[in-house]
C-alpha cells in the first residue's frame, strides 16, 4: 500500500519561504511521474506544480518564478521550495501522481501567508 506523507507546512509572512517534502513509501519514487496540489478553505483541490520521471517540470501560472519543484528517487521523496508567499497561496498541500491515477491521499500540510 502506497503511502504519502507531506511535511514542511507552517505559518509565514508575506514574502516568505518554505520547503515543503512529501515521503512516498509503498512504491518507487522513480516510476512515476509526481505533483503538488494544493485546497484553499472553499475550493477545490488544485494542480500546482508537476515533475515527470526524467525531471522535467510545469507550474501553473500563478505559482511560476516563486515555486520549484524537486524529486530525490533515491530518497524516494519530492519538494516543492516556495519563495515569495503570498496571502492567496494559503491552502493545505498534497503530493500525488500526476495521472488520473492517483494514490490515496495524504494528510497534507497547512500553508499559511499572513502578517
Known amino acids: 500500500q502506497v503511502r504519502l506523507v507531506e511535511s514542511g507546512g507552517g505559518l509565514v509572512q508575506p514574502g516568505g519561504s518554505l520547503r515543503l517534502s512529501c515521503l512516498v513509501s509503498?512504491?518507487?519514487?522513480?516510476?512515476?511521474?509526481m505533483a503538488w496540489y494544493r485546497q484553499a478553505p472553499g475550493k477545490q483541490r488544485e494542480l500546482v506544480a508537476s515533475?515527470?520521471?526524467?525531471?522535467?517540470?510545469n507550474y501553473v501560472d500563478a505559482v511560476k518564478g516563486r515555486f520549484t519543484i524537486s524529486r530525490d528517487n533515491g530518497k524516494n521523496t519530492i519538494y516543492l521550495q516556495m519563495n515569495s508567499l503570498k496571502p492567496e497561496d494559503t491552502a493545505v498541500y498534497y503530493c500525488n501522481r500526476f495521472s488520473v491515477a492517483r494514490y490515496t491521499w495524504g494528510q497534507g500540510t497547512q500553508v499559511t501567508v499572513s502578517s
Open positions: 509503498g512504491s518507487r519514487l522513480s516510476d512515476n511521474a
Open positions: 515533475i515527470t520521471r526524467g525531471d522535467m517540470t
